[in-house]
């Protein structure tokens, strides 16, 4: 779970920090929640990155101005978990904080102060890092404290999840652990296939010189950095024909050349072989458990907060207000003013 959250968090960081320098704003209000306030330029940070690469892509303003009110919507969402979080008193503290964040840490091989190195390197400070923290430490405490509990788990929804992901799995055969280094080219990138192979021989040759793979990966890989470019098990039969065709020399600790891709240019490391054993349900029942918890959470979850939604006193204003409405309609211009537009529940 530590491993996944920052995962989740240090991209969603890394998306805040770029933006700030990606276009200058003109601020005003999106939208009032309660007696808070969201702000234009809030939502022009939290949707920039994902606004650049659309607009490089040529996407019409429409999907633009969608991209924009899904990000209101989740810092809307934002301020109606801090007002529960406050009147349920499930603040977190300071040391819930450190906590989480030496977990973290541990989990991707990691000091605190690499942690802090590697947050920090991505353009954010740390403390934004550490409210991140502090937030989703807050959202899971609402939702184990409010919702966890009304979940009833059957074993029609056991069987069903093992059939959804086991049926077609092999009978037989070798699987393999791998590790991928991958630095990706193109014009998001900023860098053409040439530089992106430079980088990828130059960590073949810091490997071969003992460096160990996870550690180049963690710096300059795309794929899993912050898990050492782990990717984890794979079928044998699953596998892309470049790939088997890489893999196939390799003994366990084995690392490939460069190898080239249409989108980058990149190199694996061989963990370890080891005959496929088809997974009973028995053997799955613990993971199977977990997963159908997690969906009944969050299906639990997005009912609750609709109705805290409609419980609450939410104002778009101006063109988010359009944006939220947007079906198959198209909108023009850039957000700016604070027109209001009528809004919901009470304040």
């Known amino acids: 779970m530590r491993r996944r959250l920052l995962q989740i968090l240090v991209p969603a960081l890394v998306a805040a920090g770029a933006a700030g320098a990606a276009e200058e704003l003109v601020d005003g209000i999106a939208a009032q929640v309660g007696t808070d306030i969201v702000l234009v330029s809030e939502v022009m940070l939290a949707s920039q990155v994902m606004v650049n690469q659309m607009k490089i892509a040529g996407a019409p303003e429409s999907e633009i101005a969608k991209v924009r009110a899904s990000a209101l919507e989740e810092l809307i969402e934002s301020h109606l978990l801090a007002r529960v979080v406050k009147q349920s008193e499930l603040v977190a503290s300071d040391a819930d904080i450190d906590k989480a964040i030496e977990g973290i840490a541990k989990e991707n091989g990691l000091t605190v102060e690499q942690l802090q190195a590697s947050v920090t390197s991505h353009e954010i400070t740390y403390k934004e890092y550490r409210e991140q923290i502090k937030r989703e430490i807050e959202r899971r405490k609402v939702v184990q404290t409010m919702i966890a509990s009304k979940v009833d788990l059957q074993e029609d929804d ?67 950095p912050m898990d050492g470019g782990d990717i984890g098990w794979i079928h044998r039969d699953s596998m892309a024909p470049w790939m088997k065709e890489a ?101």
């Open 247 to 347: 893999l196939a020399p390799l003994q366990a600790g084995g690392v490939t050349g460069v190898i080239e891709l249409p989108f980058g240019c990149g190199l694996m490391q061989l963990v370890e072989r080891r005959e496929w054993i088809p997974v009973s349900y028995e053997a799955a029942r613990p993971v199977l458990e977990q997963q159908a918890f997690e969906e009944k959470v969050s299906a639990e979850y997005r009912t609750w907060m609709d109705q805290l939604r409609a419980n609450s006193y939410i104002e778009r204003r101006g063109y988010f207000a359009d944006a939220a409405k947007l079906g198959a309609g198209s909108l023009g211009g850039e957000p700016e003013g604070e027109t209001p537009t009528e809004g919901t529940g009470t304040p």
């Open 158 to 224: 056991l069987k069903r999840l093992y059939a959804e992901q086991y049926a077609k799995q092999p009978a037989g055969g070798e699987t393999v652990h791998v590790r991928q280094i991958l630095v990706v080219f193109g014009p998001e990138t900023g860098r053409e296939q040439p530089e992106a192979c430079r980088i990828a021989a130059e960590a073949e040759a810091r490997i071969r010189q003992g460096t160990p793979f996870e550690a180049v990966a963690r710096e300059i890989s795309a794929v899993a």
